[in-house]
């Protein structure tokens, strides 16, 4: 079955440094990649998406996420984070067979 | 402007009792999702629906029941048959249906509680 995993459950970054956040996949093709962001109480809000070309895709708020066929990885990052990206984030896969399958998400906090 | 609105923003149910959830879009999308939010648990699809009067069963269906009688309004029956009813739940909409490129738009949920 495909699944979709965030290995990082809670991150916690200064205000101002850099971002990562990791997304791996289980397909055997290239799917069509999403990244969406929460914040509390709220619906979820897409920040870029991916579904062929280059490999680098820019996104809403200053993010961008890179597409890794070889590692099967789709990771999020920001170079330099504002206290107002605390959320919930949490990468989708579609593979073109099911529905649209989320990671558990990763949860961001940022400090002074 | 275009969305999706979920109503009650919150919603309490007693022991043994139906809820019906709403979600209506006026986006023109084909396609609506149901989703349930646990903590730690990510996204999980409860049904959705491709077309009017039509819907598919998630990987979650059991206790809950959706119709499709106009394209705009899809809801959601929380049955007496959901032993743990308590989440946030998340209404979703595309324009390509659910095996597609295009991205879902989310309405702001709808948090249900048992008394």
């Known amino acids: 079955a495909q699944s979709v995993t965030q290995p990082d459950i809670h991150i916690t970054v200064s205000e101002g440094a850099s971002l990562e956040l990791r997304c791996n996949y289980s397909y055997g093709a290239t799917p069509y990649l999403f990244w969406y962001v929460q914040s509390p109480g709220q619906g979820l809000q897409l920040l870029l998406k991916?579904?062929?070309?280059?490999?680098l895709v820019q996104g809403i708020k200053g993010f961008e996420a890179e597409f890794k066929r070889s590692q099967s990885s789709f990771n999020l990052r920001k170079p330099s984070v504002h206290w107002s990206d605390a959320a919930e984030y949490f990468c989708a896969v579609d593979s073109g067979n099911t529905p649209l399958v989320f990671g558990k998400g990763t949860r961001l906090s940022v400090i002074a | 402007d275009g969305g999706i609105t979920q109503s009650p923003k919150y919603l309490f149910r007693k022991e043994g009792q139906n809820v019906t959830l709403s979600c209506e879009q006026n986006?023109?999308?084909?396609?609506m999702y149901w989703y349930r939010q646990d903590p730690g648990q990510g996204l999980r699809l409860i049904y959705y629906s491709q077309i009017v009067n039509d819907f598919q069963k998630g990987d979650i269906a059991e206790g809950y029941s959706v119709s499709r009688e106009k394209k705009e309004s899809f809801p959601l029956t929380v049955t007496s048959a959901q032993k743990n009813p308590t989440a946030f739940y998340l209404c979703a909409s595309n324009a390509g249906g659910p095996r597609s490129n295009q991205p879902q738009h989310f309405g702001d949920g709808t948090r249900l509680s048992i008394l």
């Open positions: 986006l023109n999308h084909d396609a």
């Open positions: 991916y579904f062929s070309g280059d490999t």
